[in-house]
């Protein structure tokens, strides 16, 4: 509950709702409010509402598709051009993020915003060609993996995250996710993504990332500059990933110890590679 909020606001422009928010060191964006609620910070004064704010929706074209930061989860699963984009890999980690009721409340600017380290959609987002949008008020285009990799420095200056924008990929191309949890719709306790271009029979772009094996979902690079221009085996793909496993620092709770996730990101990691190894030379 937020039994201390005094003053809303709906503003119809970002520029408004930033400006409302940087002002008031005890003011906060509100979107599906799935968090925000949840949390019941006390010191939480002021809410400034965006479903006015014109940052919302799907919108799908030949060369790519934006989803504005007040889409809903769920919209990410029902909407046929996320929905079916690069083998659906948006639409099943969207699955992973929450229960249905609250997918169809949660946002996709609070989820990127709130993201574990194993966050699905983050993980899923990190493989694919994606620009992220925010303002601080002044509008502003960064890859996602900056985003990712600068998340709580943002968050800090509270920024607004306005959306996000990823190309299609190219026909010979494939993405696979593969999750590890308690139950099989449980929130990960580690995740992979992976992302292959084949050209002339031989993978031309790879990317791979792991959830849940790090403080935030990390791109493997070592990985992809050994096994680009390779033919992918499940033993070239396990050589591959063992340098860059080795430089992870994987967190441990109760859900897995750091020993567990460590080996679920090797397993998990070599079979998203796999897949999309195989999805790409069978496009």
């Not at 039994?3 to 940087?22: C, S």
């Not at 993978?203 to 791109?219: D, I, K, L, M």
Request: net charge neutral; charged share 20%; glycine share 8%.
């Amino acid at each position: 509950m937020l039994r201390n909020v005094k003053t809303y606001h709906k503003p119809t422009t970002i520029e408004d709702a930033v400006a409302l928010v940087q002002s008031n060191p005890n003011a906060a964006y509100l979107g599906g409010g799935a968090w925000i609620v949840a949390q019941g910070n006390p010191a939480l004064e002021t809410l400034i509402d965006l479903q006015e704010a014109g940052i919302g929706g799907i919108e799908g074209n030949l060369e790519g598709v934006r989803v504005g930061a007040m889409a809903t989860l769920q919209a990410l699963i029902d909407h046929r051009d996320t929905a079916s984009l690069a083998q659906g890999i948006l639409a099943t980690a969207a699955q992973y993020t929450q229960s249905r009721n609250l997918r169809e409340q949660g946002t996709l600017g609070g989820t990127l915003i709130v993201a574990g380290p194993a966050d699905p959609l983050t993980t899923a987002l990190m493989v694919l060609d994606t620009d992220i949008t925010y303002a601080d008020p002044v509008l502003h285009t960064a890859p996602f993996t900056s985003f990712v990799a600068y998340r709580e420095r943002l968050i800090k200056t509270k920024v607004l995250i306005t959306g996000v924008y990823i190309r299609r990929p190219p026909a010979r191309s494939a993405a696979a996710f593969e999750v590890v949890g308690r139950s099989p719709k449980d929130k990960p306790i580690v995740c992979a993504a992976a992302y292959i271009v084949v050209d002339e029979g031989l993978p031309r772009e790879v990317r791979v990332v792991v959830g849940g094996a790090n403080p935030q979902p990390t791109r493997l690079h070592k990985t992809e500059h050994l096994l680009k221009g390779q033919l992918l085996t499940s033993e070239r793909v396990t050589g591959a990933l063992e340098p860059a496993l080795a430089e992870l620092q994987p967190p441990a709770d109760f859900r897995g110890s750091a020993e567990y996730r460590l080996e679920m990101a090797e397993v998990l990691a070599r079979r998203a590679l796999l897949s999309a190894w195989d999805r790409a030379r069978r496009m």
